[in-house]
């Protein structure tokens, strides 16, 4: 090697050994620099100090043997466009048996009498058969300590990379660049974790089991202690140029609210407003999530916190991610704030009035308000509604617009701690922890399709009592493609004849807003007695007479969705049902259904949730705005995520 100085951003194919196909091979890899390589992480480990024999394998148990090949064929048939091709393996206990189908390119990786290494799970026992297994031939003249007698690292490959290739390469060029492995978190060490260089070593070639999972954790926590000081320095940069509006008020607004409200807020939505004007009050603009389970009474949280600013003299914008949602907030407040004299506007793609108020007031509309101009410097407040359907980096966005109005944000899906430390990290955190008082329970039951009929029946008895209802399809239309999915075109007109004398409104995203808006008014009125609906009525819809939920084909959302969807129900002082209509294909499905039934606690299911499907669906992998960790695992590090938050802290405080 010449001796240019070490560095990580060299490019591999320019290191020794890789030429042009195998730099190709890497850059399908994702690998480019020896950075990347240096990162590529092991798949899984062989532990090669001792091997199963070849008699002692059981039926679907994944292991590792090694033997020599006693004789090898490619068979074709149907004239010769299929092939299979047959190794058989003996290491003194008994032969094995290993078979490739049609790829007969394989009989060139082997000859008679080699020391071979073979990896899968035994198909049949009799005889013993692996298909398709990973092998590693042994070639004595290559780097014996690299690949045998030692826990030895498996790579993801690609096509036509030997993993005994880019095995070598990493073992040559991690001793290589050693000196370049700069350790960017010293204090690491300090709590325990190796240095960053012997993590690298034991996330490649441990010495025990045990390494491979410390060397883990110490990568993922440079991950996570590089996304927290993001995170906090946001904030602090925040801190340090943002000059806070006084917005705390005093209250003559508030009183009158209050009064004519018609009801007593709990002590949970007290709790949180004393935060709230706290914040507003202080000497940064406010960075506040607001958690609360769906019917924990937010909207009315937000009211005061709007009512607050508005005593201030300042204006305060709305911000809800469906239209539906905005014109149920447009209504409310309308109703809440004319008597206070409080001018209510409301701003949609299609309905937008361009606001001319000299004076504070209340704007209302979709999240399309962001990009919407206003006389800037009269926002006080901005309020952005149901969280979960933004993603950070509109949040970042609208922090961006420059004048640092308060920021509310509130949401209904109870975050996982990890998650939210690590996407709300820069905001701090009130819990309304109680639900009002007067409400009825709900009762939630699974059902097959084929009990549709006693469904409707039950139903039609509930509306018969004066109840209103929901009825949910996956589908605005049927896709040709999965006819067992049902879609809310098809069956309305069947349900709407099965339902008289009672009457039903059609509800889905593709209508027009005054569409949308006719049939939430009629069913708001009770005119229509059911709501045949998509998932757009998923966030915030409040109609507390409504008191079934039915959800057709309910194995097709997730639970988040379901949690959401069932959240419309339960709002009065009846008793509520939620009936699952679900086809149990899959265990998953069965799952779900099963922590739906069980419990309609939000945070248990949320967390189900991040289970059951990770955190890219809960948030919406794209909109989640996280980057994609290598290392670390957002279901099970909660201590590392805190641990890095507290490492981030001290780093930043020492600046
Ligand atoms: P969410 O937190 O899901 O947004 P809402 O704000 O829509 O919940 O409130 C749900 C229902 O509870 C509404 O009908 C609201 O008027 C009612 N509500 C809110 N606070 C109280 C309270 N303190 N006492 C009684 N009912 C309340
Ligand atoms: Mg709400």
Known sequence: MPDAPLNLKTLVKSLYGVGHERAAQLHRLGIYTVEDLLYHRPRRYEDRRHFLSIADLTLDAPATVRGKVITMGLNTFARGRKSVFELVVDDGSARLHCRWWNLPFMQNYFKQGDDVMVYSKPNSLKPRTMDHPETEVIDPGEEVSIHLNRIVPIYPLTEG??????????????????????????????????????????????????????????????????????????????????????????????????????????????????????????????????????????????????????????????????????????????????????????????????????????????????????????????????????????????????????????????????????????????????????????????????????????????????????????????????????????????????????????????????????????????????????????????????????IENAEQFGLAQLHQLRGRIGRGAHDSHCILLARLKTDEAKQRMKVMEETTDGFRIAEADLELRGPGDLLGRTQSGLPPFKFANLIQDLPLVELARQLAAQRLKAK
């Not at 012997?198 to 926590?221: G, Q, S, V, Y």
């Not at 009064?259 to 939505?269: E, M």
């Open 161 to 550: 990379l030997p993993q005994r290739w880019i095995r070598s390469l990493i073992a040559r060029n991690l001793e290589q660049f050693e000196p370049a492995l700069i350790e960017p978190y010293p204090e690491a060490s300090q709590v325990g974790y190796p240095d960053f260089s012997n993590a690298l070593h034991m996330l490649h070639f441990p010495e025990e089991r045990e390494d491979t999972d410390i060397a883990r954790k110490r990568l993922a926590l440079n991950e996570l202690i590089a996304l927290q000081q993001e995170i906090q320095g946001r904030r602090r940069r925040l801190e340090l140029n943002a000059v806070s509006l006084p917005c705390a008020g005093d209250n003559h607004l508030i009183k009158p609210f209050l009064a004519q409200l018609g009801f007593k807020l709990t002590d949970g939505q007290t709790k949180v407003l004393r935060e709230i004007r706290h914040d507003m009050g202080g000497e940064h603009p406010m960075r506040r999530l607001l958690q609360g389970d769906v019917g924990a009474g937010k909207t009315a949280v937000a009211a005061c916190s709007a009512l607050m600013t508005i005593e201030s003299g300042y204006t305060v914008l709305l911000m809800a991610p469906t239209e539906i949602l905005a014109e149920q907030h447009f209504r409310n407040f309308q109703r809440w704030f004319e008597p206070l004299k409080i001018p209510v506007e409301f701003q949609s793609g299609s309905r937008k009035s361009y606001f001319s108020h000299d004076r504070p007031c209340l704007i209302i509309g979709t999240h399309a308000l962001v990009q919407d101009a206003f006389r800037q410097e009269m926002v006080g407040l901005v309020i952005i509604d149901e969280q979960h359907k933004f993603g950070v980096s509109q949040r970042e966005s609208l922090v961006r617009k420059g004048k640092y109005p308060h920021l509310l944000v509130m949401t209904a899906t109870p975050i996982p701690r990890t998650l939210g430390l690590t996407l709300y990290g820069d905001l701090d955190v009130s819990v309304i922890d109680q639900m009002p008082g007067n409400r009825g329970r709900i009762r939630t039951y699974v059902r097959t399709p084929d009990k549709l009929k006693q469904v409707l029946a039950f139903l039609l008895e509930k509306l018969t009592e004066g109840r209103q209802a929901y009825i949910v399809y996956p589908r605005v239309e049927e896709d040709e493609s999965e006819k067992e999915v049902k879609a809310v075109k098809g069956e309305f007109n069947k349900l709407a004849l099965s339902l008289a004398p009672f009457k039903a409104g059609l509800l889905h995203g593709r209508l027009s807003s005054e569409d949308k808006d006719k049939v939430m008014t009629d069913f708001r009125e009770n005119k229509l007695q059911c709501l045949v609906a998509t998932s757009v009525i998923e966030v915030g819809v409040d109609v507390p007479n409504a008191t079934v939920m039915v």
